[in-house]
């Protein structure tokens, strides 16, 4: 499959979270690519939407994160956590690389509107994209 600016990538290490997502997103009609953390870090320019879920660990997550950011200068990156992992690092939310908000998101995985959010902020990425890149 090619990856293209409407592909969404899944970057999920429970398999609970990644079968919930790759429905959620299919039946929105997004297409879908898996990577791990490792392979996410590995790849050149990352132009799509990823969604990177990492058990809750924190560490990993900015490594990998801080990884993306060496070969894009926007990274599309919501990142999904528990509660009680945002809690214990509350500043997450607002942490920041070169001036720009590491994330687009940082959501908990318990929030009762998360399938809404994450394909509101899906359509906005991909459609800002697409008309960035003239494809949309």
């Known amino acids: ?36 953390p490792v392979e996410l870090t590995r790849r050149a320019a990352t132009p799509e939407l990823v969604i990177l879920e990492t058990a809750d660990d924190v560490a990993w997550l900015c490594q990998t994160v801080y990884e993306v950011y060496r070969h894009n200068s926007e990274p599309g990156i919501i990142a999904l956590l528990s509660e009680a992992a945002i809690e214990a690092n509350p500043r997450i939310g607002a942490w920041m690389i070169d001036g720009h908000a590491a994330v687009i998101a940082v959501t908990p995985l318990e929030y009762p509107g998360l399938d809404q959010g994450l394909l509101i902020l899906a359509e906005r990425l991909v459609r800002r994209r697409q008309r960035d890149d003239g494809s949309g």
Do not use: K
């Open 1 to 36: 499959m090619a990856i293209s600016s409407d592909t969404i990538l899944l970057v999920i290490q429970r398999p609970n979270v990644r079968e919930h997502l790759t429905r959620l997103f299919r039946r929105a009609g997004y297409r879908i690519a898996f990577l791990s």
